[in-house]
T-cell receptor, first 112, second 113 residues
Framework: DGGITQSPKYLFRKEGQNVTLSCEQNLNHDAMYWYRQDPGQGLRLIYYSQIVNDFQKGDIAEGYSVSREKKESFPLTVTSAQKNPTAFYLC???????????FGAGSRLTVL | AQSVTQPDIHITVSEGASLELRCNYSYGATPYLFWYVQSPGQGLQLLLKYFSGDTLVQGIKGFEAEFKRSQSSFNLRKPSVHWSDAAEYFCAVSSGGSYIPTFGRGTSLIVHP
């Protein structure tokens, strides 16, 4: 079945370490997105990519980086510059020009 | 800029009772409107969407929503709630020009037996 796979499901990190969250989709979607979810704050857009080798900052990009070397993959790196990285991270995708997002199951990052 | 307001952080209903979750949006043109549901620790699943046409839209799991342009609202309803409906519900809005949706803060639905 087509879908989005996020890994790992749970991740613990020490302060000062970078960590990379994986997002892979086999839906043949062109656009991919990373959202951050905190309790009571809904979903906030970190980065998005509409085509391979191109991506744009969302509303809260500081302290994060992404790459889009393949259509299927859109990894997110949470850098040590992110001051409050503990959160639930969601990856999503759509076909080009589409409005309906398909979401992965999420990755929960905890900084110790 | 488009925005979405879900005024209720938590809603508690008894199983079998009716449900209405409120959503108000701010956007100049005709918006594309969505309701998503999220079970604990999971991603979001689309319940229903409105792009144009009939303002009452039907979705999965027995949910429906009505677009009211005059009130800038897109409220979600269900006539009889089941315990399995307990989840977080998100309203979202996008447009043809900026198709990236903006999400509300979510409403947590608690269902009492």
């Amino acid at each position: 079945d087509g879908g989005i796979t996020q890994s790992p499901k749970y991740l613990f990190r020490k302060e000062g370490q970078n960590v990379t969250l994986s997002c892979e989709q086999n839906l043949n979607h062109d656009a991919m997105y990373w959202y951050r979810q905190d309790p009571g704050q809904g979903l906030r857009l970190i980065y998005y990519s509409q085509i391979v080798n191109d991506f744009q900052k969302g509303d809260i990009a500081e302290g994060y980086s992404v790459s889009r070397e393949k259509k299927e993959s859109f990894p997110l790196t949470v850098t040590s510059a992110q001051k409050n990285p503990t959160a639930f991270y969601l990856c999503a995708s759509t076909r080009q020009g589409g409005n309906v997002l398909t979401f992965g199951a999420g990755s929960r990052l905890t900084v110790l | 800029a488009q925005s979405v307001t879900q005024p209720d952080i938590h809603i508690t209903v008894s199983e079998g009772a009716s449900l209405e979750l409120r959503c108000n949006y701010s956007y100049g043109a005709t918006p594309y409107l969505f309701w998503y549901v999220q079970s604990p620790g999971q991603g979001l699943q689309l319940l229903l969407k409105y792009f144009s046409g009939d303002t009452l839209v039907q979705g999965i799991k027995g949910f429906e929503a009505e677009f009211k342009r005059s009130q800038s609202s897109f409220n979600l309803r269900k006539p009889s709630v089941h315990w399995s409906d307990a989840a977080e519900y998100f309203c979202a809005v996008s447009s043809g020009g900026s198709y990236i949706p903006t999400f509300g803060r979510g409403t947590s639905l608690i269902v009492h037996p």
